[in-house]
């Protein structure tokens, strides 16, 4: 638990020395358009990251107690609705945003009657009804965090419409009570914004409801249970492993990779298992015994399975009871959930932090010694003037003068060049453009509603993939021809007039194929063998299609940023060196018309630009040094950080 402060201190402590980079860049003028988004992006990355930690299981297991006993012992009360029988009945979101008050928002289950995906109401306040959180007043917070756990009940038609009752499906069929009507959950999903002090260091605690829910919101399936950090799933020791249990773990925990990285398994309730009549050593060994049982069942190793009470957990914590706490063995979960979790995560932030600054501050060294590299020209140039005559002067007047006209040449050419990259940039948007994806998704609402009662749902979103797919690619070969033609203007620039400039950004949308393969990969899981598909399924998969337009159309609005992003600071480390470089052309004029006019002297001159060469070298120094200060906040472990 310390370790996530820690963790955020770290970030705190990279995001300062960053912030110091940028100020001093700033001020030494080294800093361009790519530079400055990148900056942006790399602090963004730092004050931004979050650690998200999904609980999910079957009902009753202990999700909701588990989180209490964790989290919120401190309270002294369970915040969560905790209860027998189901409790939690629609996805809870646990965070905290300073921007807004404490409070719980919550999506009507009627939006699902629409299509659109829950992560399409994200941005649409007026879509939540929200509750304020009374912080001092726990009663009655306690009271609000019940809205999760309440239900409506329905005519089946209405249960229907949500796609949450299908009389072809026996297990929904099973659902509709003795008067007619459905129990439906009262909303979709909740975010809970409460400012305790995990939260606040970017923490995500996501609760979910148990049973099939899991199943019928795409949003939990599809985005939040594969993209959090760590998935704790949870049994309970008196049910053991059921058959159910066994689906849940396989369809929405189990990576495919097998590994099972950021996943854990709880045995929870083991407080069952303590038999008062027996020796601490043969509970020990039943609970034992039980745990490698799970760890083959699911086929994890014994050391995933983490054998505790999330009951006695929170009770002893609570009541200040050592002893019970520490029989509840929650403390060996909770110290393995973050002493894996931190350290995975601060790795890739790290590194992408790394990348960040490796490619700020090579740009900014090509530019600083391009302008020592200037001066030095200069100084010589002057330098080789010492004992000559005006004819001399006036031959190398003439010189620049011929370097300025060959250099404004080849400004002229670059005009050119632009105009075609107009042209590419307008093509890679009719691949990529929002609207390009918008057709997609129509067209296979379509097909999906006319296939209906036909040949089944499937082919269309299958083409969709593929399409998606081959949107990216295509924008792919069109980023190929930007880049490779900024390439040969780069190399032009530097041949022609030995400006030494670092390559131009790349852009790559690997990352957004990856997404939309990952996508494609849960879908298949749920939808893709003929076995799992009953007919009845289709207006599911006709809901879940929403979530999977919604996912790819999230994708692709994050390429277009990075492209968008990408066009308009292409071009920038180029002109900032073209600048450089006429303001040299200029400077040499200026300084050799002063010295054949005989205002400055020729020694003058020459230590005036040797002063100059003297600051900047001193100016490169200091670069080292802040990009130094960066590294090694960004390289000190986290107990080191305790010690500084
Ligand atoms: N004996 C015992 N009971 C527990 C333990 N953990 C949870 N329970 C009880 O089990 C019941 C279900 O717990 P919940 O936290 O509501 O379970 P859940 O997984 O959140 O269930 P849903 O919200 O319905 O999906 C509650 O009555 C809890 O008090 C435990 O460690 N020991
Ligand atoms: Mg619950």
């Known amino acids: 638990m310390q370790d996530l402060q820690h963790y955020g201190a770290w970030r705190e402590r990279v995001a300062a020395a960053l912030e110091q980079y940028r100020m001093w860049v700033q001020a030494a003028e080294l800093l361009d358009g790519a530079a400055e988004q990148r900056l942006s992006h790399a602090l963004a990355r730092v004050r931004d990251d979050r650690l998200s930690v999904a609980f999910v299981a079957e009902f009753s297991r202990g999700k909701s107690e588990l989180i209490n006993a964790i989290f ?269 979790l931190i350290p995975a995560r601060q790795d890739i932030l790290r590194g992408q932090l790394r990348q960040d600054l490796d490619a700020l501050v090579t740009g900014q060294q090509a530019l600083l010694g391009t302008r020592i590299r200037d001066l030095v020209e200069q100084m010589q140039e002057l330098q080789s003037l010492r004992g000559k005559n005006q004819g001399v002067i006036a031959h190398m007047m003439r010189r620049v003068e011929m370097e300025k006209k060959e250099f404004d040449a080849s400004l002229f050419k670059l005009q050119g060049t632009r105009a075609v990259f107009t042209t590419l940039s307008t093509e890679l948007y009719s691949s990529i453009g929002m609207d390009v994806v918008q057709r997609q998704v129509d067209t296979v609402r379509t097909a999906m509603q006319a296939a209906r009662f036909g040949t089944g749902t499937r082919p269309p979103v299958r083409a969709f993939f593929e399409e998606a797919r081959a949107s990216l690619d295509a924008s792919a070969v069109k980023i190929g021809e930007i880049n490779a033609m900024m390439d040969s203007m780069y190399r032009r620039f530097s041949a022609e007039h030995g400006l030494s400039m670092a390559v131009p950004m790349r852009l790559s949308l690997e990352r957004y194929r990856d997404e939309i393969d990952a996508i494609e990969t849960i879908y298949i899981k749920q939808f893709g063998t003929a076995t799992l598909l009953i007919t009845s399924r289709g207006t599911l998969l006709e809901r879940f299609f929403d979530t999977i337009a919604s996912r790819v159309t999230h994708s692709f609005r994050a390429a277009n940023a990075d492209v968008e992003a990408w066009l308009k600071v292409i071009m920038a480390p180029l002109e900032a060196q073209i600048r450089q470089h006429r303001e040299q052309l200029r400077g040499r004029q200026v300084s050799i018309q002063r010295i054949a006019d005989a205002t400055d002297t020729l020694e003058q001159k020459i230590a005036a630009f040797d002063a100059a060469r003297q600051d900047l070298e001193k100016v490169k120094g200091r670069l080292a040094g802040l990009s130094g200060a960066v590294t090694r906040a960004l390289d000190a472990d986290l107990p080191q950080l305790e010690a500084a």
């Open 72 to 340: 919120f012992a401190d309270y002294g009360q369970r915040i969560l609705p905790s209860s027998p029988g189901r409790t939690t009945m629609c996805p809870t979101e646990l965070a905290y945003d300073a921007a807004l008050p404490p409070c719980i928002r919550l999506l009507p289950i009627e939006t699902r009657a629409r299509h659109l995906a829950t992560g399409d109401y994200r941005d649409d306040p007026a879509a939540w009804t929200v509750l304020p959180l009374e912080l001092d007043a726990p009663e009655r917070m306690i009271e609000t965090f019940t809205q999760v756990s309440l239900t409506r009940r329905v005519p089946k038609e209405e249960a229907e419409s949500y796609g949450l009752y299908d009389a072809a499906d026996p297990d929904l069929a099973a659902t509709i009570g003795a008067d007619g009507l459905v129990e439906i959950p009262r909303w979709r999903h909740a975010l809970i914004n409460f400012p305790h002090p995990l939260l606040k260091q970017g923490l995500v605690i996501l609760d979910t409801p148990g049973l099939n829910a899991i199943g019928t919101e795409p949003e939990l399936t599809l985005n939040l249970i594969p993209n959090a950090h760590a998935v704790l799933f949870i049994l309970a020791a008196e049910t053991g492993v059921t058959r159910s249990d066994i689906d849940v773990w396989r369809t929405h925990i189990a990576t495919s990779s097998g590994s099972n990285a950021g996943r854990m398994v709880v045995l929870n309730k083991i407080d069952a298992m303590w038999d008062e009549l027996k020796s601490s050593q043969d509970n020990d060994a039943a609970i034992a015994r039980q745990q490698h049982s799970v760890a083959q069942l699911l086929g994890v190793g014994a050391e995933q399975v983490f054998p505790v009470s999330a009951q006695k957990a929170l009770v002893g914590k609570i009541n200040g009871d050592m002893a019970l706490f520490e029989k509840s063995r929650l403390g060996l979960l909770e110290s393995a959930l973050f002493n894996e």
